[in-house]
């Protein structure tokens, strides 16, 4: 029998750590999340816009900061280090809410903790590349993603069962306890088995020989344009949704509604597990743009579903629908911005930029779809959400294959 050599047993730990690290931080990384607000309304006892002004402060300096986080990725080689610390800071100024009750030092906090966050995920996305480089990226980030999606479901179990129990506070302890695994996490990982040059874009070992493109190649590439826009559409109709559910699901069943929410909400993510396993197995045989076609038609088929009827069983059913097209975006989309950026050193900052203008569609979308329902009712904000993923869809049509290219480059 021969012997694993030290590389093998080296990137061996370095998939096994990933593989925890998704896991684990899939519920520290947004935060407090959804909880916040249950947790400033329960025991502060805050007014809605308060609650409101809060979530907003985190939302923009988040989308201000995302683009920089990821062009210092591309620019450090100590990514387990600048992941592991702004998983501390995250938690950290979480951990703090329970002593600070003004909005003032919640708000600086939540600030600090959208700072730390927008690091998480490119720091993620450089160390995949770097252990697994552009050949087996799809197979890694379909990994990530799955396990991803499987800690946050988890996570969510946990945190309502927990919070049924002990009250809305049991959310700090869990989020503590998920930090120190994260950070037991990251630190199996090998250090050597990152190559940092390859995790911002470049030829392995490059560092002497390849400089960075200009960041204005990039900004004058149709494909990452195209692509770009058509993410901003996609979630300026998806980020709404799921709020307009839970509120429909608040008329018709009042004393269910914020259960019934969750079950959206897990139900969901157990569909993205099997569909972020799709992408990772199936992206280099089938092709980016079918995935990536399948994934944005979904969105308006579901919402012009959810019209149809008010009753909790069918808009359930519907919202499964959520977990096929986020599951295939949210492990495809790094696969095809590291293709479009392969050779160029721009990755991360590449994949922040992209991330920080459908996070600011995202933005949009709840404030849109608001007005609709004020003005003309549910059903019509739900028609204009689908007329705005069918555009989506369109303007998808634009992005071309991406994976032949890596494949041919590698072969």
């Given at each position: ?111 600090l ?30 990994r ?17 069962g927990?919070a ?17 695994a ?21 030829a ?20 990452l ?7 901003a ?19 018709s ?149 991406t ?8 072969s």
């Amino acid at each position: 029998m021969i012997a694993p050599s030290s590389d093998s047993l080296i990137s061996r730990r370095a998939e096994r750590g990933l593989d925890a690290l998704n896991f684990f931080l899939a519920d520290v990384r947004d935060g407090l999340g959804p909880y916040l607000a249950i947790y400033l309304l329960a025991v502060h006892h805050w007014e809605p816009a308060s609650i409101g002004a809060v979530m907003t402060v985190s939302a923009v300096v988040g989308l201000l900061t995302q683009t920089p986080a990821g062009a210092l990725m591309d620019r450090i080689d100590a990514k387990r280090a600048a992941l592991a610390l702004a998983t501390v800071l995250l938690t950290a100024t979480c951990l703090l809410l329970p002593w600070t009750h003004s909005f003032a030092p919640v708000a600086l906090s939540q600030a600090l903790s959208a700072v730390a966050a927008t690091v998480i995920a490119p720091a993620i996305a450089a160390i995949s590349l770097g252990v697994s480089g552009p050949r087996a990226f799809a197979r890694r980030m379909g990994r990530n993603e799955t396990f991803n999606h499987t800690g946050n479901a988890v996570a969510a179990v946990l945190a309502g069962g927990l919070a049924y129990l002990g009250g809305p506070g049991v959310v700090f302890p869990l989020m503590a306890l998920l930090t120190v695994a994260s950070l037991a996490a990251v630190r199996s990982i090998p250090a050597e088995a990152i190559d940092n040059e390859r995790a911002r874009g470049m030829a392995a070992g490059g560092r002497d020989t390849h400089r960075a493109a200009p960041m204005r190649v990039l900004l004058h590439d149709r494909r990452l344009l195209a692509l770009a826009a058509c993410c901003a559409l996609f979630h300026l109709a998806n980020a709404a949704m799921l709020p307009l559910v839970g509120q429909k699901l608040a008329l018709s069943n009042p004393t269910l509604a914020t259960t019934l929410t969750a079950s959206c909400i897990v139900a969901a993510q157990l569909v993205m597990i099997p569909m972020a396993w799709l992408v990772g197995a199936r992206a280099d045989r089938w092709g980016r743009r079918p995935l990536l076609l399948a994934g944005f038609l979904i969105l308006p088929i579901r919402a012009a579903l959810y019209p149809l009827s008010d009753a909790p069983a069918w808009l359930l059913g519907v919202q499964l629908l959520d977990g096929v097209g986020a599951g295939i975006f949210g492990a495809l989309l790094p696969v095809i911005v590291s293709d479009l950026t392969e050779g160029t050193g721009r990755f991360n900052v590449t994949l922040a930029a992209v991330s920080t203008v459908f996070g600011l569609g995202a933005a949009l979308s709840p404030g849109l779809a608001g007005l609709v329902v004020q003005f003309k009712g549910y059903d019509a904000a739900f028609l204009a959400l689908a007329v705005i993923a069918a555009g989506a869809f369109l303007l998808a049509l634009h992005v071309p294959e991406t994976g032949g290219a890596v494949t041919r480059r590698h072969s």
